[in-house]
């Protein structure tokens, strides 16, 4: 039997029409600008997200990692959350390979920076300081429960980066998911960033690959830069064609992703041994504690395992659940079934 996988929504597999796009796709050498798929879903990713121009880049990781060496100097800082996947996820890279200096600033439970500490962050001029020159900010907010940032709350950024020269830089691996939730335009939730990296990876099912937008003397530097760390693909058109039927065809379908977070929130809150706040929980990931007597994280998830379930343990008895496209919603059920049958023992 095929395991429930609930451990990252980047599990999921192509589906059967990426499978025929990508085998049918037209394709040329991409380092040469030649590839008219890629070119395509290039144009199609800048538009959705109402940047001049877009980059197509192997993952996530990179194009956070060319977005920030892009915008930064050797020596400058940036302003980045402690809980941010940049800071705690990418080996990081922005200090190995770029020499850029992270200032890290805690976020608040629902993702965001304080706006009073960022202001109080950005350096003055000082002969010993290093220049403050870009902030991160992250949406959905992967380790704070998933959450959405508002267009509101990314306004109030802007304009303080506005007012002391700073640039943004939007890590948006689940924007889709955001506006999705938030029921907004994607534009409503980029306007404000000067570059914005989203994933095609995750949620949207394509099998590998993300994208980088910004205007277009931006993505010049970003190319360069995607080269130098080895990421410039050639017939990669094969890729990008699932990234065309990801963008053309999945995003909407996210929100049963949402609807299906919510059901087992549901049905986890009321199970004994489960800590969960359910109104943490706003797209497609959850987070739990488990609080039980004589069951520890590890036999927890043995279990689970035994079963044919698969979640994945972030800190001693914390847990992550991230709903995608190949959980039902009967398999919500059976999940949240189980978990009580295992803690009842
Ligand atoms: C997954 C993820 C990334 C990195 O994407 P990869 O393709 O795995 O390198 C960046 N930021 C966030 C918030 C993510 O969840």
């Known amino acids: 039997m095929k395991p429930i996988d609930l451990r990252s929504d980047t599990l999921t597999q192509p589906t059967p029409a990426m499978r025929e796009a990508m085998a049918n796709a037209e394709v040329g050498d991409d380092v040469f600008e030649e590839d008219p798929t890629l070119k395509k879903l290039e144009t199609l990713a800048a538009k959705k997200i109402g940047k001049e121009s877009a980059l197509f880049v192997p993952s996530g990781t990179m194009g956070n990692l060319i977005s920030v060496l892009s915008h930064c100097q050797r020596g400058d800082e940036v302003l980045l959350g402690d809980r941010s996947h940049i800071f705690v996820h990418e080996v990081g890279g922005m200090a190995a390979l770029g020499g850029v200096h992270p200032r890290i600033l805690r976020n608040n439970e629902d993702g965001t920076l304080p706006l009073p ?9 000082d002969i010993h300081y290093p220049l403050t020159r870009l902030i991160c900010l992250e949406n959905t907010h992967n380790f704070c429960h998933g959450t959405p940032l508002s267009p509101e709350y990314m306004d109030s950024v ?33 306007r404000q960033a000067d570059s914005v990296m989203f994933c095609l990876s995750k949620g949207l ?15 010049q530097r970003a190319r360069k830069m995607r080269k130098m760390v080895g990421g410039g693909m050639r017939q990669a058109g094969h890729l990008a064609a699932a990234g065309l039927v990801a963008l053309e065809n999945l995003v909407e379908r996210l929100k049963d992703d949402h609807q299906n977070a919510r059901l087992l929130a549901e049905q986890l809150t009321v199970i004994k041994g489960i800590e969960l706040d359910q109104t943490q929980v706003k797209t497609n990931i959850i987070f739990f504690k488990l609080n039980h007597p ?4 590890d036999t927890f998830l043995s279990r ?15 847990f992550r659940a991230v709903l995608h496209r190949e959980v039902s919603r009967e398999q919500v059920e059976t999940v949240a079934q189980t978990i009580k049958t295992i803690l009842a023992q």
């Open 117 to 125: 500490l960022i202001e109080q962050s950005i350096r003055q001029t």
């Open 304 to 318: 689970l395992e035994a079963k044919s379930i698969k979640i994945l343990m972030t800190d001693p008895g914390v």
């Open 205 to 219: 099912s394509a099998p590998v690959g993300s994208l980088v937008s910004g205007n277009r003397d931006f993505i």
């Open 158 to 190: 802007a304009v303080l980066a506005a007012k002391y020269g700073l640039k943004i830089h939007l890590d948006g691996a689940r924007l889709f998911n955001a506006a999705v939730a938030l029921d907004v335009e994607v534009e409503t939730l980029t």
């Open 294 to 297: 004589e069951i520890d994280g």
